[in-house]
């Protein structure tokens, strides 16, 4: 499991280029099968860089917090964790950032939130 503390914006530059491919966010051991999922890697990069309007249906709907749209855009294996990713939002994700299509489309991301730009390499 992975928890980073942030304590300034050059900290969290500074662990970018380390951690390119892993999750920047602490996963207990209840969600390690939904890390594997294609749309956690897009959550996480929406957490992080904020809504750019790049998000699958699902992944929206999930943010939104439209239980209707987000059954019907479902792929099997989503369908499946649907109780665990409820869970994950409640318990991992900022409540700044889903619950509604307004709060989506309005987060900025954490590297806003803590004043950051991220580096291209």
């Not at 966010?25 to 959550?43: C, F, G, K, S, V």
């Amino acid at each position: 499991m992975y928890l980073y503390i942030i304590r300034s914006k050059a900290n969290v530059l500074d662990m970018l280029p380390q951690f390119e491919n892993h999750c920047l966010l602490p996963i207990r051991p209840a969600y390690q099968h939904i890390r594997d999922l294609p749309t956690h890697r897009e959550i996480v990069s929406f957490i992080w860089e904020g809504y750019r309007g790049g998000l699958s249906n699902f992944a929206y709907a999930l943010l939104s917090n439209s239980l209707a749209d987000t059954y019907a855009r479902a792929d099997s294996y989503n369908l499946l964790h649907l109780r665990e990713w409820v869970h994950y939002l409640r318990d991992i994700c900022p409540s700044e950032c889903w619950g509604s299509p307004t709060k989506v489309q309005e987060w900025k991301g954490l590297f806003h939130f803590y004043g950051a730009e991220r580096r291209s390499q």
